[in-house]
């Protein structure tokens, strides 16, 4: 079916609607006026071809940008703000950002927004790609605003809680940074949580998974599932080698890759994993870690569906193996390795791994970029070109330099624009 003359109408009325952003007042007055008259359409496929053309259109408008027409009108605000609308949108395949913690004064934390738009173009990034304080703008019951850290991220999705020094006494919440909704996770009964961590199972199906400590000094595994309407915690029976305690173990930064969430840890052997489908801790005592005298452990995430860490090997000139989990047998194996002396012209320091980004391309093989900081600047690594581009000089003052170079690859966390609701059930 073609759209009519009038069809064509609506479609163009849209098209200029998706360019519309919350700091144009005259262009969203003229909006409003031209969306306050009716759609001329003479026959009802007319109407359902056009609200099929405005829906699919609206799916792909980036999700920051399709919240900001929810003030153009009531009509506007339903149609987004429909559930069915919000299934439907199409994830970008790159985090927008990435969200840095910078210590302060007085323990309080600041929150550095380094944009990752244009990473796979050309020339430098525009300025105004860097915020140094974002505010988290969370509704807390309390607590200073300055006190709240960033615990987790995926999906655009956080976890952060407050900096109370009593564990018992944290809490919690689940925040979406695009629309700024927030909601307290409750805690599981009255153990110390040491770590909260989001796992997707799907694209707006979620876990949180929470690894606790009795008084007792013993380690559970708890699982809440926020999409069932059901205010509940489930402890998931399962046994914690002595040699995978907190200490050793970097709970608060598990990742999920393929059904399982991995954990990072500070252990010359071994893998840690919580297998999802099968409720099993796994603990594969044999698998070599990067962790020795003369290298470091310097990031630990995911890209295009596999599980990625980054070897820092300072003693023999700022080498970065990138290693790659691979099953059957479980392995590490060297995917890239990057000489800093030899391809990063800034090289002159300690360097710090922010992200690695996927390029556009769906292929398993195609482009993927390093993001690194060395010494105020923030740099793109191509690997498959071998390329380096200057993406943004922080001109940050000396002292804030200092805090910034002090954090590792631990203290980012990466942001996705996404409408889904962060929603607690109701106890």
Same mark, same amino acid.
């Given at each position: 079916m073609k759209a009519t003359r009038n069809g064509d109408k609506g479609m163009t009325s849209v098209l200029e609607a998706t360019q519309v952003t919350s700091d144009s007042s005259s262009t969203l007055g003229n909006l409003h006026r031209q969306l306050q008259q009716p759609i001329p359409a003479t026959t009802l496929d007319d109407l359902l071809y056009i609200g099929e053309l405005r829906q699919e259109i609206l799916t792909r408008v980036p999700a920051k940008k399709l919240f900001s027409l929810t003030i153009v009108c009531k009509r506007w605000r339903t149609m987004i703000k429909d559930p069915y609308l919000i299934r439907c949108l199409k994830p970008r395949r790159n985090p927008a950002a990435i969200f840095v913690k910078r210590w302060m004064q007085y323990g309080s934390f600041e929150f550095t927004r380094i944009s990752l738009d244009g990473v796979s173009g050309y020339g430098r990034g525009d300025s105004r790609g860097i915020i140094l304080n974002v505010p988290l703008n969370i509704v807390t019951k309390g607590e200073n605003e300055a006190g709240l850290v960033i615990n987790h991220s995926s999906n655009g999705l956080f976890i952060c809680s407050s900096?109370?020094?009593?564990?018992?006494?944290?809490?919690?919440?689940?925040?979406?940074?695009?629309?700024?909704?927030?909601?307290? /996770?409750?805690?599981?009964?009255?153990?110390?949580? /040491?770590?909260?961590?989001?796992?997707?199972?799907?694209?707006? /199906?979620?876990?949180? /998974?929470?690894?606790?400590?009795?008084?007792?000094?013993?380690?559970?595994?708890?699982?809440?599932a926020p999409s069932r309407s059901i205010l509940l915690w489930r402890n998931v029976k399962v046994n914690f080698p002595d040699i995978t305690t907190n200490d050793k173990v970097l709970y608060e930064y598990g990742v999920y890759v393929s059904g399982s969430l991995y954990w990072p840890h500070c252990v010359s052997t071994g893998l840690l994993f919580f297998n999802m489908h099968e409720e099993k801790l796994v603990w594969q005592q044999d698998i070599p870690q990067p962790h020795s005298s003369h290298s470091t452990l310097a990031y630990f995430g995911e890209c295009r569906g596999h599980l990625l860490m980054i070897r820092y090997r300072a003693m023999r000139g700022g080498i970065l193996d990138v290693l790659e989990l691979r099953h059957d047998p479980t392995i590490w194996y060297i995917k890239y390795q990057v000489d800093l002396k030899v391809e990063v012209p800034y090289f002159t320091g300690p360097v710090y791994v922010l992200a690695i980004v996927p390029g556009e391309e769906e292929e398993d093989d195609g482009e993927s970029y390093l993001i690194i900081h060395i010494f105020g600047k923030v740099l793109s690594y191509n690997f498959k070109h071998q390329s380096v581009r200057l993406l943004y000089d922080l001109d940050l003052q000396d002292f804030k330099m200092d805090a910034m170079r002090s954090q590792s690859w631990k203290y980012v966390h990466s942001y996705s624009e996404t409408l889904l609701h962060p929603k607690i059930p109701s106890s």
């Open positions: 900096t109370n020094p009593v564990n018992y006494a944290r809490r919690f919440y689940l925040y979406n940074p695009t629309t700024k909704q927030s909601n307290e /996770i409750p805690r599981p009964f009255q153990d110390s949580v /040491i770590a909260m961590n989001l796992a997707f199972e799907a694209p707006k /199906i979620y876990k949180i /998974i929470a690894v606790c400590r009795s008084k007792g000094g013993e380690y559970s595994l708890k699982v809440f």
